[in-house]
């Protein structure tokens, strides 16, 4: 199942509302929760190179390609996170690697939303 799926299942259930792909905001963020000025977003490990994951490596073949569009995601994420904290928002990132331990993304998705 593909881990943004699963987050929002998960959030869903745990009674939190969220608006999806918020055009309003720069990147259209995963999970938007506007009255609180809170962003979930659920990141690919590859697509998005979570540093020190197993799943964030380059491709061998045609790296001339690859690395470049891996390092524009991880630039255009980086800018994203900057703007959203300008214009007054909170984000937190949930890897591809760790949406598996349900538990704790509860945990950490309940800690971030509630504070």
């Excluded at 390609?65 to 900057?82: T, V």
Aim: proline share 5%; hydrophobic share 35%; net charge positive.
């Amino acid at each position: 199942m593909k881990p943004e799926l699963t987050v929002r299942r998960l959030t869903h259930a745990m009674g939190y509302r969220y608006r999806l792909h918020y055009s309003s905001l720069p990147g259209k963020p995963d999970l938007v929760f506007p009255a609180r000025k809170k962003i979930v977003e659920v990141r690919g490990c590859f697509w998005h190179q979570h540093k020190g994951c197993i799943d964030a490596h380059i491709p061998k073949s045609n790296v001339s390609y690859w690395r470049p569009k891996l390092e524009r995601n991880k630039r255009r994420d980086q800018r994203n996170m900057q703007l959203w904290c300008k214009m007054g928002w909170k984000a937190l990132i949930i890897w591809e690697c760790e949406a598996e331990n349900l538990a704790l993304v509860a945990l950490e998705i309940r800690h971030f939303l509630d504070r």
